[in-house]
Every structure is written in C-alpha cells, then in structure tokens.
C-alpha cells in the first residue's frame, strides 16, 4: 500500500467523518498482506483499522475475520498474524467487534468455527457478545459446539455464553456436537450443565442424534450424564429405534451396533 504524502493525506480525507470509509473491495480486505499494510498507514494517522469501513458500509475488521484471510496457508502463519493483530489492535468498544455481516454472522462466530481461541478472546476483550445469533439462531457456542472446538467453548462460557441457548428450531449447542460425534465437547457442555434430554421443535434430543449417526462414544458419554433413552421425537421414534433403522436400511456401521448395544443394555438397568 503506497505510504506517500499524498497517500496519507487522501486517508485523512477519508476518514474524517464519525464512520470513516475507504474505498476498499472486500477481496482487499480479505488479503493478509493488504489489512497488514493498511493498518500500518492507519496507525501513522492515528486511526484503528476497527473504526474503519468500507465504501458499503461493512466493517473492516469484520472483512479481516470473515473473509478470505482464513484460508491463508500456512495455518499457523494465519494463527500468529490474527493473535498478535487482535492482541495489539483490540480495544474496549470497538465497533467492529460485533459486526454482523451476511446472514447475521459474527468475527466471533467465525472465529469459533475456526476453533480460534485467542482470536475469540481478543473479540470477547473488545465487546463482542458472546450470546449474538445469526439469522438462524446459531450463536458462537453453538458453532464452537459443532466443530468439537472443547477450548472453544470453554473460552465461550467463560465469558458468559448461554448454555441453553437454542437455535430457531430448538436445536442446543449439546445437540450440535452430539450430531457431529464430538465426544469431549458433549463431556464438556454436559460438565456446564447443559440440559442432556432438551429437545428441539421436533422431540429430537441429543441422544435420539447420537443414535441415528452412529456415534457410540457419545451415546455412552450421554447415557452416563442422565440421558434418557425411552424418550421419543416425533419422527424416528426413541434413540434406540433410530440407531436400528439405520441398520435396517443397510445404513448401519459398526457404530450403530454398539449403540444399540448400548442402548440396550441402558433400557434394561
């Protein structure tokens, strides 16, 4: 990015009102060595790359966390430079940590899909609510929840996420990583007191989930915590049931045999 005179004077132009802009793409925003550059020009003028948006009214550091930045490889080359970003660009208040951007999402979110722990602090640090939902009703720990992120979710509930929050249709941050077979994130959200037999709209519990996808870890993980097998949704019937359709089917896997197992065994104690 050029660092001239006339450069830093078309800056300040810029970005002298109270919402300041920049003329930027968001293919721009989303390149590593552009949000580097621009943020050392920005500095020399005394303004945060935060207070920044674009000529469409989205938030800089928003493009920084949502856009192409993640698929920079290295992984941990693209780890460091967002750390040490974060830890020297965050302040308390910041507008741009709990910018929404397509589909409701948050940096947070994202950052939580990613598992970005000390990304996820640093938004936490500047303001970002940790109970924000997208237009779906998915928040942070819900995300964090389904890619079995434990430190995620743990750095989520620190910081005051609910652990009952649901999504549009009911479905709980425990349902999430039961579906996805993450054994350690269900042991964790079960150790913050997660509800282990909520349903969502349909009935379906997180154990119903577990069954149907075969994950036999989290079936027992979920029986010990009190889960409740004779429970039935609306469609599929009890967990047990549903483990043994997939096996009907020809959609079984040795994982849906030590669920039924399983299931058993806890329908007879």
């Not at 920084?64 to 993640?70: D, N, P």
């Not at 947070?108 to 970002?128: F, I, P, T, Y």
Request: glycine share 10%; with cysteine; aromatic share 4%.
């Amino acid at each position: 990015m050029p660092t001239s005179d006339e450069a830093i004077t078309l800056l300040r132009e810029r970005t002298a009102s109270e919402k300041p802009t920049l003329a930027v793409s968001e293919q721009e925003m989303s390149n590593l060595s552009f949000i580097h550059q621009l943020s050392i020009a920005l500095d020399g003028i005394g303004i945060g790359i935060q207070t920044l948006h674009t000529a469409t009214g989205e938030c800089c550091l928003w493009h920084a966390i949502l856009g192409r930045v993640f698929e920079i490889k290295p992984y941990d080359a693209r780890l460091h430079f967002l750390s040490e970003f974060f830890d020297i660009k965050f302040e308390p208040g910041i507008a741009g940590a709990s910018a929404q951007g397509p589909s409701g999402r948050t940096p947070l979110m994202r950052a939580a899909m990613e598992g970005q722990a000390s990304v996820m602090r640093g938004l936490l640090e500047a303001g970002a609510g940790a109970n924000a939902k997208d237009q779906y009703g998915w928040s942070a720990l819900t995300f964090a929840a389904s890619q079995g992120s434990t430190q995620a979710i743990r750095v989520l509930l620190e910081a005051g996420a609910d652990i009952h929050t649901t999504t549009d249709e009911g479905y709980t941050p425990l349902m999430a990583a039961a579906s996805e077979g993450h054994a350690d994130a269900v042991s964790a959200l079960i150790e913050a007191a997660t509800d282990v037999n909520a349903k969502d709209e349909d009935g379906t519990t997180a154990l119903m989930l577990a069954a149907h996808c075969g994950h036999a870890d989290v079936v027992r993980v979920l029986l010990d915590a009190g889960a409740d097998a004779h429970l039935e949704g609306e469609y599929g019937g009890t967990a047990l049931r549903r483990a043994e359709t997939q096996i009907l089917t020809g959609a079984g896997t040795d994982g849906h045999h030590a669920v039924v197992q399983l299931l058993k065994s806890a329908s007879c104690s």
